[in-house]
């Protein structure tokens, strides 16, 4: 049997694993395991003698891919971010956050929906979490829609989907994940979701005043506020931004030449500040004891995920499966960009089933050699390109899309892990409600898919000047 094939029944035994309820993480690596125990035998004839052999070679390949690829400076991002998320609720600068969004957006319709979501906006810049930050919202946004008159539904909606910015809006964590995997600049790629993310926000925004304008009763603003208390709520608000401005100069220099630090010494540096506003605050040892172990406990997640996942990944190069993909995209009898669109979709249903870091995980391995062959090739120029786009770029791009899908994954049904999150915080809903809550946000995150990929400039322009 050739190497394809076994791959490709292996990956079908990962999947069947997968929809018969077992992690992503143990699914990957069991399934990654078998396909490199079958396919040493299958190098010796299938000879009994040397299954042995095999399975030696087999566990000892899988058994260096945890610390090979785990060690990797980059992902020393991941605890870091989402330590900062953690630390800034304890520190109060959510509850602040979401207090100045109220008083300068809430005389919108809709308004104290759109404040969450803007809220949700800038505690993801300190946040790399969307866990996190659903579960963060659930209690300090929907209990003030609920008070003047927010649907519950709607309500619980606006959070789990506000929470999906955190997957986009650096320091994410998927976004770590994705340049890794591909082995693309990390700072490049946390600086190409500032504006995407900020644009996606500002459709959710839109998507909401619409619905408030159209429908009576949907979404009563909130009035009320001086000029005075406007500006008043600023200050506690403002140390986010700090932490967001010193995470963005350890990237990339905005005054020009090299960087002050790594990505990795922007974040420690901003986990320390926020822990000092947060000791500052007032933070006792048994918060900051939560906030580590809710730290841990998610990393630990992530990282397993990985480890399963990249056993799997190594399993696939001696397959060969993500080549022959990468020959059977490019060979198919329609334009490029007509295919891009197609792996989009596939991303949407496949995020049906699938957690958003493990499809990542799975998927890109195979993916990505296929969308950079459709644009001409890793080392392409923009000339030559088919996207109109250099590789470096093109993968840069091609990441950002498929985190916005990932967030989008993060909503749907049934698997939709901020809706849980939404649903368990709040003991008056369920994840049915939290469902038909953010079925309008399914429309809001087309359109913007839609317009990064019409529009690669969106995201391209920032990580050009770096």
């Given at each position: 049997?050739?190497?394809?094939?076994?791959?490709?029944?292996?990956s079908?035994?990962?999947?069947?694993?997968?929809?018969?309820?077992?992690?992503?993480?143990?699914?990957?690596?069991?399934a990654g395991?078998?396909?490199?125990?079958?396919?040493f035998?299958?190098?010796?004839?299938?000879?009994?003698?040397?299954?042995?052999?095999?399975?030696?070679?087999?566990v000892?390949?899988?058994?260096?891919?945890?610390?090979?690829?785990?060690?990797?400076?980059?992902?020393?991002?991941?605890?870091?971010?989402?330590?900062?998320?953690?630390?800034?609720?304890?520190?109060?600068?959510?509850?602040?956050?979401?207090?100045?969004?109220?008083k300068?957006?809430?005389?919108?319709?809709?308004?104290?929906?759109?404040?969450?979501?803007?809220?949700?906006?800038?505690?993801?810049?300190?946040?790399g979490?969307?866990?996190?930050?659903?579960?963060?919202?659930?209690?300090?946004?929907?209990?003030?829609?609920?008070?003047?008159?927010?649907?519950?539904?709607?309500?619980?909606?606006?959070?789990?989907?506000?929470?999906?910015?955190a997957?986009?809006?650096p320091?994410?964590?998927?976004?770590?994940?994705?340049?890794?995997?591909?082995?693309?600049?990390?700072?490049?790629?946390?600086?190409?979701?500032?504006?995407?993310?900020?644009?996606?926000?500002?459709?959710?925004?839109?998507?909401?005043?619409?619905?408030?304008?159209?429908?009576?009763?949907?979404?009563?603003?909130?009035?009320?506020?001086?000029?005075?208390?406007?500006?008043?709520?600023?200050?506690?608000?403002?140390?986010?931004?700090f932490?967001?401005?010193?995470?963005?100069f350890?990237?990339?220099?905005?005054?020009?030449?090299?960087?002050?630090?790594?990505?990795?010494?922007?974040?420690?540096?901003?986990?320390?500040?926020?822990?000092?506003?947060?000791?500052?605050?007032?933070?006792r040892?048994?918060?900051?004891?939560?906030?580590?172990?809710?730290?841990?406990?998610?990393?630990?997640?992530?990282?397993?995920?990985?480890?399963?996942?990249?056993?799997?990944?190594?399993?696939?190069?001696?397959?060969?499966?993500?080549?022959?993909?990468?020959?059977?995209?490019?060979?198919?009898?329609?334009?490029?960009?007509?295919?891009?669109?197609?792996?989009?979709?596939?991303?949407?249903?496949?995020?049906?089933?699938?957690?958003?870091?493990?499809?990542?995980?799975?998927?890109?391995?195979?993916?990505?050699?296929?969308?950079?062959a459709?644009?001409?090739?890793?080392?392409?120029s923009?000339?030559d390109?088919?996207?109109?786009?250099?590789g470096?770029?093109?993968?840069?791009w091609?990441?950002?899309?498929?985190?916005?899908?990932?967030?989008?994954?993060?909503?749907?049904?049934?698997?939709?892990?901020?809706?849980?999150?939404?649903?368990?915080v709040?003991?008056?809903?369920?994840v049915q409600?939290?469902?038909?809550?953010?079925?309008?946000?399914?429309?809001?995150?087309?359109?913007?898919?839609?317009?990064?990929?019409?529009?690669?400039?969106?995201?391209?322009?920032?990580p050009?000047?770096?």
């Amino acid at each position: 049997m050739e190497p394809i094939e076994i791959g490709l029944i292996v990956s079908g035994v990962m999947v069947l694993f997968v929809v018969l309820g077992m992690r992503v993480a143990f699914a990957a690596g069991m399934a990654g395991l078998l396909g490199l125990i079958w396919i040493f035998w299958a190098k010796k004839g299938y000879d009994p003698e040397d299954f042995g052999w095999a399975l030696t070679v087999a566990v000892k390949t899988a058994g260096q891919v945890p610390h090979s690829k785990v060690s990797s400076q980059a992902l020393s991002l991941i605890p870091t971010f989402i330590l900062i998320g953690y630390l800034a609720y304890y520190a109060g600068l959510t509850k602040a956050l979401f207090e100045a969004s109220k008083k300068w957006v809430g005389w919108l319709p809709g308004g104290l929906a759109v404040s969450t979501v803007f809220a949700t906006a800038g505690f993801a810049a300190v946040s790399g979490a969307s866990v996190a930050t659903s579960a963060v919202f659930a209690r300090i946004a929907i209990p003030e829609m609920l008070k003047i008159g927010y649907d519950k539904r709607f309500a619980a909606g606006v959070v789990a989907a506000g929470g999906t910015l955190a997957s986009l809006i650096p320091p994410s964590a998927i976004l770590v994940i994705y340049a890794i995997i591909v082995e693309q600049d990390v700072g490049k790629l946390l600086l190409a979701g500032f504006i995407p993310g900020a644009f996606s926000a500002l459709i959710y925004g839109l998507l909401i005043v619409t619905l408030a304008m159209t429908l009576p009763k949907f979404g009563p603003p909130v009035r009320g506020f001086t000029w005075g208390e406007r500006f008043r709520a600023l200050p506690p608000a403002m140390p986010i931004f700090f932490v967001v401005f010193i995470i963005i100069f350890f990237i990339y220099n905005p005054f020009g030449g090299d960087a002050w630090g790594t990505p990795t010494e922007g974040g420690a540096l901003g986990a320390f500040v926020v822990f000092l506003m947060a000791v500052w605050k007032g933070m006792r040892w048994r918060q900051f004891r939560d906030a580590l172990l809710e730290t841990a406990k998610l990393a630990v997640m992530i990282f397993t995920i990985i480890w399963g996942v990249l056993i799997y990944v190594r399993f696939l190069g001696f397959a060969d499966l993500p080549g022959a993909f990468s020959d059977f995209i490019t060979g198919l009898d329609q334009s490029p960009m007509l295919t891009l669109v197609m792996i989009l979709l596939a991303y949407a249903v496949l995020g049906m089933f699938m957690d958003a870091i493990g499809m990542l995980l799975l998927t890109l391995p195979v993916v990505y050699p296929a969308v950079m062959a459709l644009n001409g090739g890793e080392f392409v120029s923009a000339a030559d390109s088919t996207f109109g786009m250099s590789g470096p770029m093109c993968a840069i791009w091609f990441g950002i899309l498929v985190v916005k899908m990932a967030e989008f994954c993060l909503i749907t049904p049934p698997i939709g892990l901020n809706c849980f999150v939404v649903a368990g915080v709040r003991d008056d809903l369920s994840v049915q409600d939290v469902f038909k809550g953010v079925t309008p946000f399914f429309i809001a995150d087309a359109i913007t898919i839609a317009l990064l990929v019409a529009f690669p400039a969106i995201v391209l322009w920032l990580p050009s000047l770096a």
